[in-house]
């Protein structure tokens, strides 16, 4: 049972220089209690388009789509006090700069019983008691005396958890976690991927994980949508995605990996996401891609069927022998 | 915390002797003998001009005229005015309550006007009442002081007869000075009407005083603001639902309130110092009227002494301004 349905989200924003389409054209679907990775390079409008789901793009920022569903709410006709019942209560959102994104004016305690008392209803010592339970539940030790720092005197670590703490405070039904591990530690992040996951079969959320770690996403993923310059080109269950890649991208992406490499260098994929002013006319990947030949750098590439990972290109990869393509 | 004030107390320490050297230095380079002044158009004899040198101690070398100085600063005797012969200290802090009413009177209005309008304005940037907000900060900033002044006494006192022109208290009321503020001395009087009279004639004062903090307020709120909205921590408390006014108004300024402050201490030193255009244009009995005249009467003294006053005023402004610093923004908190 799909929880939020995104159909032909489409983000553009008003630069100096013109328009910029930072997300062209993205589905998204997730069912309750899924682990959902988007993956792709930097710049390739992951961020842009979960903030776009919870309403918190800049006013610079236009946002079409076809279909936006929050569990039967739609959310491109919502008004800001129904918007604002359901972003931190059902869908919940931690941000890629912990050390940024809590306010340094104010205790951690505030800021996380401000979130409890925005959406529930429990008097002062129940804000206090439920915050100590979350910081305990995300494993802050002292959880008592760690409620009056302010975010300054915590370690990255330490805030990372208290945003997560904060974005699980109102047991939301979608957890979206925006690369929470990339401003971290080695050591420290597969703490907190860990604990994500935790919580997620706890309390049976659905979880999208944003990343460009694949290894992450082998880790922790129930179904992978790759996203390139602002397109999802492919969506697979995650074994089926490691197995049989049908997006050239996806395939290098995966024979980037350490694990995978055959030779002593570890294969990279030349060139860079095109940016607002270099894109092609026909496949957004083809300046990259090895396969490419005439028709993908002039024509647009349809979608695939899903038995072929919804793959966005004209020559998907590993198809099965009784399917046909698009 | 407290080992913080010591150190910039410490600090002061050179500024003090700076400011003190400065104003020694100030009027005497002004053209002009304070004795011949205080002698006016009746001159005088030789003899007594003389006496008068030996008196002041100008027949002794200038750095010891100003060692001397100093050292009666130091034991907090500024001297005594040429004119009336009454300790420095003393007029000054006879006439100061006048200055210090009408400053944060001015700094009030401004604040009250300037912070909010600043914040609207970067919420709603680039619709009209940011625009309209914007030009009228930098009309008000450029503005002449004695031209408004004027603008407003002739539409509000003359052609409405609202407002009193100048002074501080209608002649019908008479009481003693407890405190030298006229709008506490004059509810402590008891005397009906008397409070009345005092805010009517404090009102232009405040308005003209405090036009231009009330500009760079609201400009510096706005630029403030602008930064602070585009921070992480704004989206986090989006993020959980916050309503606008929660999220502007206590997230936001709180974080945008470290360079507000600022400006409002620098405006509170200015207006301590520079009511002097206000003060005279509505005859208001305050240390700014008072320097003006001693200048032209070259009362040294007086000069040396006020400017230091001033100094002192602004320099604990400043301090104040330092501190609150640590309590708005515990990361800057010094240890
Ligand atoms: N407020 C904005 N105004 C203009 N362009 C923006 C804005 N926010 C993001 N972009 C652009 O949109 C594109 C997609 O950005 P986005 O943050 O979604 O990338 P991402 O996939 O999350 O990358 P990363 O892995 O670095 O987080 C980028 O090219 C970025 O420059
Ligand atoms: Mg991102």
């Known amino acids: 049972m799909a929880l939020l349905t995104i159909r032909n989200l489409t983000v553009e924003f008003a630069t100096a220089s013109g328009a910029f389409r930072a997300v062209d054209s993205v589905d998204v679907d997730i069912d309750r209690g899924e682990i959902l990775a988007i993956v792709g390079e930097s710049g390739s409008g992951k961020s842009v388009s979960m903030l776009a789901t919870m309403g918190l793009l800049p006013w610079t920022a236009t946002i079409t789509a076809e279909r936006m569903e929050f569990d039967g709410t739609d959310l491109r006709s919502l008004s800001g006090p129904a918007r604002r019942r359901l972003i931190g209560k059902d869908i919940a959102m931690i941000f890629q700069e912990p050390m940024s994104s809590l306010n340094p004016c104010f205790t951690v305690g505030f800021q996380i019983r401000e979130a409890l008392k925005q959406h529930l209803d429990l008097d002062k010592k129940g804000r206090q008691a439920r915050a100590v339970e979350l910081f305990e539940m995300v494993g802050i030790p002292d959880p008592e005396r760690r409620l009056k720092a302010f975010p300054h005197q915590l370690s990255g670590g330490m805030n990372q958890r208290v945003m997560i703490a904060m974005a699980i405070a109102c047991k939301p039904r979608l957890l979206i976690a925006d690369e929470p591990t990339t401003a971290l530690d080695v050591t420290i992040q597969a703490q907190i991927l ?13 979880l999208i994980l944003i990343t460009h770690d694949m290894g992450v996403v082998a880790e922790t993923a129930e179904r992978v949508a790759v996203q390139y310059a602002g397109q999802k080109v492919e969506d697979q269950p995650v074994t089926d995605l490691f197995a ?56 647009p590439p349809p979608v695939q069927p899903p038995a072929i990972g919804f793959a966005r290109c004209h020559y998907p990869l590993n198809v099965p022998a009784e399917v046909e393509t698009a | ?23 020694f230095a100030f009027i005497r380079v002004l053209p002009g003998d304070p004795i011949i002044v205080m002698a006016g158009e009746r001159g005088m004899t030789q003899e007594r001009y003389d006496e008068l040198v030996q008196r002041f101690g100008f027949d002794q070398p200038l750095y010891l005229q100003f060692w001397d100085y100093l050292t009666g600063v130091v034991q907090g005797d500024l001297g005594r005015s040429f004119i009336t012969n009454r300790p420095v200290w003393d007029e000054f802090f006879t006439l100061f309550p006048a200055t210090l009413e009408l400053s944060i009177c001015a700094i009030i209005f401004a604040t009250l006007i300037g912070l909010p309008a600043g914040v609207i304005a970067a919420v709603y940037r680039g619709k009209f009442f940011d625009r309209a907000l914007m030009s009228t900060a930098l009309v008000g900033y450029s503005m002449p002081i004695f031209w408004w002044a004027l603008l407003l006494i002739i539409v509000f006192s003359g052609n409405l007869g609202w407002t009193p022109v100048s002074g501080r208290m209608s002649l019908m009321y008479f009481f003693d000075d407890v405190t030298g503020f006229m709008l506490i001395d004059s509810l402590l009087s008891g005397q009906a009407g008397a409070f009345t009279s005092a805010v009517q004639h404090l009102i232009l004062p405040t308005i003209v005083l405090g036009t231009i903090p009330l500009a760079v307020i609201a400009r510096q709120t706005r630029s403030a603001m602008l930064e602070v909205l585009s921070e992480d ?32 201490g620098l405006s509170v030193g200015t207006l301590l110092a520079g009511a002097i255009l206000t003060e005279t244009i509505f005859s208001w009995p305050g240390i700014g009227k008072w320097m003006v005249d001693s200048i032209f009467r070259r009362d040294y003294p007086v000069v040396q002494g006020g400017l230091l006053l001033i100094a002192l005023m602004v320099m604990i402004v400043n301090l104040t301004v330092d501190l609150l610093y640590g309590l708005i923004n515990p990361k800057i908190r010094k240890r």
Do not use: W
């Open chain 2, 1 to 23: 915390m407290l080992r913080y004030i010591l150190a910039r107390l410490i600090t002061f320490v050179p500024t003090f002797v700076g400011v003190t050297l400065i104003s």
């Open chain 2, 233 to 264: 921590y704004i989206r986090t408390a989006r993020a959980k639902g916050l309503r606008p006014a929660r999220v502007n108004g206590l997230h936001a300024l709180r974080n945008a309130m470290i360079p507000v402050v600022t400006v409002i």
């Open chain 1, 194 to 206: 860990d604990l994500l996951t935790d919580l997620q079969k706890e309390t049976g959320m659905a």
């Open chain 1, 244 to 299: 049989r890649p049908h997006h050239p991208y996806t395939a290098a992406l995966l024979a980037a990996l350490p694990e995978r490499a055959t030779e002593r260098r570890l294969p990279t994929i030349p060139g860079v996401v095109p940016g607002q002013h270099d894109k092609p006319v026909g496949c957004l990947f083809s300046p990259r891609c090895k396969f490419a030949d005439e028709r993908c750098r002039q024509v």
